[in-house]
């Protein structure tokens, strides 16, 4: 039972290119998301969130939207950089809770 | 700071063997957690802790224990380990519910 589902296991971009990444989820019950980068052999680090009450947040190259009404958030990265080159996590919270989809690699090429 | 500090960094158990994964941050938060990432999977919240003295289950709690003796600690055992928990596991805390959760680097686990 996957509450929060990424779709696409992976994602090529030219550098300079816009990046789309795509979260579903499945409780409506979540109220805060949030996205996560992952470098190989390091911990998630924290990338930019979304409150439930809002349908937009931006921070420098990096924007979500927030669909309640389809459950669905989207991460855009623009433009892309080779150092984008990761994979990204999209995760829900429930009370206390922290639940995670299953990532999305993203590889941007010269 | 340290932040959120895990080890051992890799380990190899035997199946039926015992080990602690030791969890510690230096941030003053009262929650923790404790997730494993399998191949394609994402990450799995095995248990959480809310503050000194309260755990609860995750979605993935079979197998393993907590405690939380103090805000900084949040050690996870493995009783008899098993080859599906093989996996990476990694520890994070955050000081409110709504906070973003900072990780530690992992401890890469294999059962034989």
């Known amino acids: 039972d996957q509450q929060v589902k990424q779709n696409s296991p992976s994602l090529s971009v030219q550098e300079g290119r816009i990046s789309i990444l795509n979260c579903d989820y499945t409780?409506?019950?979540?109220?805060?998301f949030l996205w996560y980068k992952k470098y190989p052999a390091e911990g998630p680090t924290f990338l930019i969130s979304?409150?439930?009450?809002?349908d937009k947040n931006e921070d420098g190259r990096f924007t979500v939207f927030l669909n309640k009404s389809a459950k669905h958030l989207s991460l855009h990265i623009v433009p892309s950089q080779p150092g984008d080159s990761a994979v990204y996590f999209c995760?829900?919270?429930?009370?206390?809770?922290?639940?995670f989809g299953t990532g999305t690699r993203l590889q941007v090429f010269p | 700071n340290a932040g959120v500090t895990q080890t051992p960094k890799f380990r190899i158990l035997k199946i039926g063997q015992s080990m602690t994964l030791q969890c510690t941050q230096d941030?003053?938060?009262?929650?923790m957690y404790w997730y494993r990432q399998d191949p394609g999977m994402g990450l799995k919240l095995i248990y959480y802790?809310?503050?000194?003295?309260?755990?609860d289950k995750g979605e993935v709690p079979n197998g393993y224990n907590v405690s939380r003796s103090t805000t900084e600690d949040f050690p996870l055992r493995l009783e008899l380990a098993a080859p599906s928990q093989t996996s990476v596991y990694f520890c994070?805390?955050?000081?409110?519910?709504?906070?973003?959760?900072?990780f530690g680097n992992g401890t890469r686990l294999t059962v034989t």
């Open positions: 409780n409506s019950m979540f109220d805060y």
């Open positions: 802790s809310v503050g000194a003295g309260i755990t």
């Open positions: 994070a805390s955050s000081s409110r519910p709504n906070s973003p959760l900072h």
């Open positions: 941030m003053n938060h009262n929650y």
């Open positions: 995760a829900a919270r429930n009370t206390d809770k922290l639940i």
């Open positions: 979304i409150s439930s009450i809002k």
